[in-house]
């Protein structure tokens, strides 16, 4: 046995750039082998519009189709598919981790080995059947229809995706296969996967429609997760992607550790990928601690080197420079997004964050409290929330 951990980078973020995300980061804290002598192998997957190779010309293309209109992403869930396939063997623990666009990455993989199982080394036509069939939102191609369990016990004899697909084959006499389940996923800040603005009109509506989700809910194949979300990312093209039915999750059969949280900052300074991480950092060490509690060794060193550089009152962006030309162009016409409606769901710190007392104000807040308009369903509460009582982030606590 041994752990395969996944991780699936945003838009136009690569191994060699000088500010990595949390992606990044965390794929570089997980040691060969783990605390308990099992061995760990980390992927790591560069996000879209990344050129890989090519001409100039088409690194260009790359960089502009992948990373403004998201093009190519079913190429990185391709890939990722196919990489965990050749290593994995049944019985092995899978953790998978993305942001932005990375996060759909990954919540569409899983949602392809649903789907489709995971066939060892499957060539390009198979993983297009893959791919068809996992696109198809007919009621025949569903997970558990006759016709995909057929299919699995085809390409992928190996494992089983679901109890229904276990009873199945015993009821037919097929050998069984291991049950499969994604030991841990742990995602920032998931954008719809193209994240094209509506006001683009016709170009908009096809392309995303193409890539959107086939629904908002957390598979039941991953045992446990958690969503780091940002309040304070207001760019019209960047609306969340949130999970919808985390409540029936935790009150069924196999209950696992499901959380989703809203965090302090925008969207990169929940993800990373800037040389502020003052932010960025507490969203890390969340996801991190939600991969230990779930059997991956990360570093203990790595992830003390992180902590010392939180601070919950840091800056909401990422980037000492400011907003970009292309970031300001996406802000125009920007709406706070639609926050969390119940308490819990909002991180510790940024409960720190909005009870700082007004002496203790950073010079940067201007003398203004942290009063972000997507915490208005819940901010009648937030001053009564009982902090005493945390144990989770007791080394961001600011009052």
């Not at 193409?210 to 304070?232: E, G, I, M, N, Q």
């Not at 962006?317 to 907003?323: L, Q, T, W």
């Not at 769901?345 to 940067?364: D, M, N, T």
């Amino acid at each position: 046995m041994k752990r395969i951990a996944i991780f699936c980078d945003g838009t136009w973020n690569g191994a060699d750039q000088p500010f990595p995300t949390n992606v990044r980061r965390l794929a570089l804290m997980i040691p060969p082998k783990g605390t308990d002598g099992v061995p760990q192998l980390s992927l790591y997957f560069q996000g879209v519009g990344v050129p890989e190779d090519g001409t100039w010309l088409e690194r260009l293309d790359e960089r502009i189709s992948g990373g403004a209109m998201g093009i190519g992403l079913d190429k990185k869930i391709a890939i990722a598919y196919e990489h965990l396939g050749r290593h994995y063997e049944p019985g092995d623990e899978v953790h998978v981790f993305g942001f932005s666009r990375g996060a759909y990455t990954a919540r569409s993989l899983i949602g392809l080995i649903r789907s489709c199982g995971l066939p060892r080394r499957p060539p390009a036509e198979v993983v297009e059947e893959c791919f068809a069939r996992y696109r198809d939102r007919s009621g025949e191609l569903k997970p558990d229809a006759p016709s995909s369990m057929e299919f699995r016990l085809r390409v992928s004899p190996q494992i089983t995706t679901s109890p229904t697909e276990e009873a199945w084959r015993r009821a037919m006499g097929h050998p069984a296969g291991h049950p499969f389940r994604v030991a841990y996923l742990g995602i920032w800040d998931t954008v719809g996967a193209l994240g094209i603005p509506s006001y683009w009109g016709l170009p908009a509506r096809l392309l995303n429609r193409k890539y959107r989700f086939h629904d908002t809910a957390l598979s039941r194949s991953v045992a446990s997760a958690r969503h780091a979300v940002a309040l304070d990312e207001r760019r019209r093209p960047f609306v969340p992607t949130l999970w919808t039915n985390l409540d029936e999750l935790r009150a069924g059969p196999e209950a696992g550790d499901y959380r989703q949280e809203w965090f302090a900052g925008v969207h990169g300074a929940v993800g990373g990928g800037g040389d502020i991480v003052t932010l960025s950092g507490i969203a890390l060490i969340w996801i991190a601690e939600g991969a230990r509690a779930a059997g991956l060794t990360v570093s203990s060193e790595a992830l003390g080197e992180v902590r010392r550089g939180c601070d919950a009152s840091g800056e909401l962006y990422n980037s000492s420079e400011g907003r970009s030309l292309i970031e300001r162009i996406m802000g125009i016409g920007g709406r706070w997004r639609d926050g969390p409606t119940e308490i819990g769901a909002v991180a510790h710190p940024a409960v720190s964050r909005w009870r700082l007392p007004k002496e203790r104000f950073p010079r940067s807040w201007s003398g203004k409290a942290y009063r972000p308009k997507t915490l208005a369903g819940v901010a009648q509460g937030l001053d009564s929330f009982d902090l005493a009582a945390l144990h989770d982030y007791s080394a961001f606590r600011t009052v």
